[in-house]
T-cell receptor
Framework: AQSVTQLDSQVPVFEEAPVELRCNYS??????LFWYVQYPNQGLQLLLK??????LVKGINGFEAEFNKSQTSFHLRKPSVHISDTAEYFC???????????FGAGTTVTVRA | DAGVIQSPRHEVTEMGQEVTLRCKPI?????LFWYRQTMMRGLELLIY????????DSGMPEDRFSAKMPNASFSTLKIQPSEPRDSAVYFC???????????FGDGTRLSIL
């Protein structure tokens, strides 16, 4: 079975600064990777996905992530954050032999003016 | 397009009562998932269906929990009898294929007194 580790539980950042959220996974087979965002009192919304192909994936709201197979990582980045990016972010992984989506513990991003 | 619809959004009831949570997946999606989210345990997969058939219910915590999907557009998660430790946010999600992104509803916030 696969697993996900999000290395930072909380990330404070100033408005217009860049942010990187770290995600590492473990799996012995081919993986499919996702980043979700959860705003207060809402469900999870898909930011971006890696299924195959280019290792640099662009998503909504200016986010991007890079799949690094050798480092088993899928870090999320945004060059300039807004106050509205304050939310919890979840990295998730599934694999070619498992229907289940395994979620990380989440990273809370707080953007300050 | 309508997303995943869950009802009710909030439920407060007393210990021992039966609780029924409802979910309408996105039309055309053939996978449906029920999750529970708590501060202590994060996001946990309870059960998932494929083409209305339960595939894996290993995440259902106890026999007090049951889930059904009588047709492609409706699913229920039932807790009977409910206990205070069942208090959590319950999410329903659906997807249109194996390893495709899951689309989440806004959740039901359940409080058992």
């Amino acid at each position: 079975a696969q697993s996900v580790t999000q290395l930072d539980s909380q990330v404070p950042v100033f408005e217009e600064a860049p942010v990187e959220l770290r995600c590492n996974y473990s799996s012995s087979v081919s993986v499919y990777l996702f980043w979700y965002v959860q705003y207060p009192n809402q469900g999870l919304q898909l930011l971006l996905k890696y299924l195959s192909g280019s290792t640099l994936v662009k998503g909504i709201n200016g986010f991007e992530a890079e799949f690094n197979k050798s480092q088993t990582s899928f870090h999320l980045r945004k060059p300039s954050v807004h106050i509205s990016d304050t939310a919890e972010y979840f990295c998730a992984v599934t694999s070619s032999n498992d229907y289940k989506l395994s979620f990380g513990a989440g990273t809370t991003v707080t953007v300050r003016a | 397009d309508a997303g995943v619809i869950q009802s009710p959004r909030h439920e407060v009831t007393e210990m021992g009562q039966e609780v029924t949570l409802r979910c309408k997946p996105i039309s055309g999606h053939d996978y449906l998932f029920w999750y529970r989210q708590t501060m202590m345990r994060g996001l946990e997969l309870l059960i998932y269906f494929n083409n209305n058939v339960p595939i894996d219910d290993s995440g259902m915590p106890e026999d007090r929990f049951s889930a059904k999907m009588p047709n492609a557009s409706f699913s229920t998660l039932k807790i009977q009898p409910s206990e205070p430790r069942d208090s959590a946010v319950y999410f329903c999600a659906s997807s249109n294929g194996f390893n495709q992104p899951q689309h989440f509803g806004d959740g039901t916030r359940l409080s058992i007194l």
